[in-house]
T-cell receptor, first 114, second 118 residues
Framework: AQSVTQLGSHVSVSEGALVLLRCNYS??????LFWYVQYPNQGLQLLLK??????LVKGINGFEAEFKKSETSFHLTKPSAHMSDAAEYFC????????????FGQGTILTVHP | DGGITQSPKYLFRKEGQNVTLSCEQN?????MYWYRQDPGQGLRLIYY???????QKGDIAEGYSVSREKKESFPLTVTSAQKNPTAFYLC?????????????????FGPGTRLTVL
């Protein structure tokens, strides 16, 4: 069984500040890990993913995430927040099965203040 | 442009009615998925299909039905048996599991359909 926990349903930062969104996972097999972003009333857009290559993964819009097996974490960071980063972010885990089922966290809403 | 389309964007249903949500993709993906999104609960898997004419129940299939007669299409029917159907529904597709390119486990999402029961 797999599960994902996102710590903090709401995160608020000032424009230009560091963004840190936390994700911890549980998986009985080597995981694939994903971060998606969702803007209001839209679908999900892939930010980045980890597939057992480099542990530091760079994604779109200046985001990156580091896979830490010992901590079962895959936290999402961005050095300097922009107003356009305001959205909901989802962490997800896949066990690499052929049907590729994704298990999602509850989501974290990021607010960026001027 | 390749992508996933969902229609309609907004859908209103009276209690007791069945409604069908459309999902079409031109990415030539084998696998397709339906998720339900409720505030604060993330996404939950309703049904998935790995190939044409085959589909499997996900975590919350009760009150829903699907078909997969064509590779491009994976419609979802919300039946009157679904007790609380008001939600945002998302369709996704994924490339063949053993294809090359390093993107085999990435799911790509459509824009969603918001269903409201009146």
């Amino acid at each position: 069984a797999q599960s994902v926990t996102q710590l903090g349903s709401h995160v608020s930062v000032s424009e230009g500040a560091l963004v840190l969104l936390r994700c911890n996972y549980s998986s009985s097999v080597p995981p694939y890990l994903f971060w998606y972003v969702q803007y209001p009333n839209q679908g999900l857009q892939l930010l980045l993913k980890y597939t057992s290559a480099a542990t530091l993964v760079k994604g779109i819009n200046g985001f990156e995430a580091e896979f830490k097996k010992s901590e079962t974490s895959f936290h999402l960071t961005k050095p300097s927040a922009h107003m356009s980063d305001a959205a909901e972010y989802f962490c997800a885990v896949s066990g690499g099965t052929s049907y590729g089922k994704l298990t999602f966290g509850q989501g974290t809403i990021l607010t960026v203040h001027p | 442009d390749g992508g996933i389309t969902q229609s309609p964007k907004y859908l209103f249903r009276k209690e007791g009615q069945n409604v069908t949500l459309s999902c079409e993709q031109n990415l030539n993906h084998d696998a397709m998925y339906w998720y339900r999104q409720d505030p604060g609960q993330g996404l939950r898997l309703i049904y998935y299909s790995q190939i044409v004419n085959d589909f499997q129940k996900g975590d919350i299939a009760e009150g829903y039905s699907v078909s997969r007669e064509k590779k491009e299409s994976f419609p979802l029917t919300v039946t009157s048996a679904q007790k609380n159907p008001t939600a945002f529904y998302l369709c996704a597709s994924k490339g063949a599991p053993y294809s090359s390119g390093g993107v085999t486990d990435t799911q790509y999402f459509g824009p969603g359909t918001r269903l409201t029961v009146l």
